[in-house]
């Protein structure tokens, strides 16, 4: 199973675009990025899932580099709703795992006025 | 439309007594999972049911055990509690035929165990 490795956590100011970057050195052929964000006393949320190149949708963008090995989340112009932890996840999109997800430590962003 | 819901919110219960916590799936999904999470970590997978049947099993003990009805809401039973069970327990559904690492989480219910 290839294992993630973000940074433990991150600050940043109202406005700003934050990047989280997650390595994943042991990544499959058929492995997908999939990143979770979860606020305090909630669920973890799906935000973004990519293979390749670029991904963007209405909350974040994640960039993958042509050899795969990291990923990075960027989050434009960051709010104080933002503040959560974000989780990277590596693995099929179907079978992989038998059907489960595996959740590292995350990086706990907290967002400042 | 209502998402994954939980029950009981909180719950507190002392050593050795056992607990059962209650999950609904969102509307049309038919696997459920359920993951603990402890303070500080990312959730751990406990087991996924499919057609009221346990597919997938993390490495819990048995004293961890399930059960998925016909309309595939789901329960988590724990026996003999522990205070290392102290944790939010997090329910996750997903519809068929959909990607296994999209899935949607409730709430949770955070246990307490004195």
């Known amino acids: 199973l290839a294992k993630t490795t973000q940074p433990i956590s991150m600050d940043s100011y109202e406005g700003q675009e934050v990047n989280i970057t997650c390595s994943h050195n042991n990544i499959a052929t058929n492995d997908y990025i999939t990143w979770y964000q979860q606020f305090p006393s909630q669920g973890p949320r799906f935000i973004i899932q990519?293979?390749?190149t670029k991904v963007t949708n209405e909350v974040a963008s994640l960039f993958i580099p042509a050899d795969r090995k990291s990923s990075t989340l960027s989050l434009p112009r960051v709010s104080l709703s933002d503040t959560a932890v974000y989780y990277c996840?590596?693995?099929?999109?179907?079978?992989?795992?038998?059907?489960?997800?595996?959740f590292g430590k995350g990086t706990k962003l907290s967002v400042k006025p | 439309d209502a998402g994954v819901t939980q029950s009981p919110t909180h719950l507190i219960k002392t050593r050795g007594q056992q607990v059962t916590l209650r999950c609904s799936p969102k509307s049309g999904h038919d696997t459920v999972s359920w993951y603990q999470q402890a303070l500080g970590q990312g959730p751990q997978f406990i087991f996924q049911?499919?057609?009221?049947?346990?597919?997938q099993r993390g490495n819990f003990p048995d004293r961890f055990s399930g059960h998925q009805f016909p309309n595939y809401s789901s329960e988590l039973n724990v026996n003999a509690l522990l205070l290392g069970d102290s944790a939010l327990y997090l329910c996750?559904?997903?519809?068929?035929?959909?990607?296994?690492?999209?899935?949607?989480f409730g709430p949770g219910t955070r246990l307490t165990v004195l």
């Open positions: 049911y499919y057609e009221e049947e346990e597919r």
């Open positions: 990519g293979y390749k």
């Open positions: 996750a559904s997903r519809p068929p035929i959909s990607p296994d690492n999209e899935q949607f």
């Open positions: 996840l590596v693995g099929a999109r179907y079978g992989g795992s038998q059907g489960n997800l595996i």
